[in-house]
């Protein structure tokens, strides 16, 4: 400042780089492949989700959402992230890799 003084005004805790493993590669398989392709998309990382599907069109619909159920959704925002963190994987129809379904998938290592 002018004072010559530093001043803080936000921190935040590193959440992605402290949670990478240095050196280690990870490879991911699909132990069964069913024959018929539902959809197609494009991924965020490497991970592989299974699980039952819940669609919810709004977040009026979160008291439905089971752990361990593939979030399926329009789009997210972080009033969605209490449902993320319980998700087994996560797809939306809109969103890319920086959107916010992305980075919060890739920070809390779930598949999207």
């Not at 400042?1 to 005004?9: A, R, T």
Request: proline share 4%.
């Amino acid at each position: 400042g002018d004072d010559g003084k530093l001043y803080i005004v936000q921190a935040r805790p590193e959440t992605v780089a402290s949670q990478k493993k240095v050196g280690v590669i990870e490879d991911y398989k699909m132990l069964e492949k069913g024959t018929d392709v539902l959809t197609e998309g494009r991924a965020v990382g490497k991970r592989i989700g299974s699980g039952k599907v819940n669609i919810l069109k709004s977040i009026d619909e979160m008291s439905s959402f089971e752990k361990g159920q593939i979030l399926v959704a329009d789009m997210t925002d972080p009033d969605w992230e209490p449902i993320m963190k319980k998700a087994g994987a996560i797809v939306t129809n809109r969103g890319g890799r920086t959107c916010h379904a992305a980075i919060i998938a890739r920070e809390l290592g779930i598949p999207a």
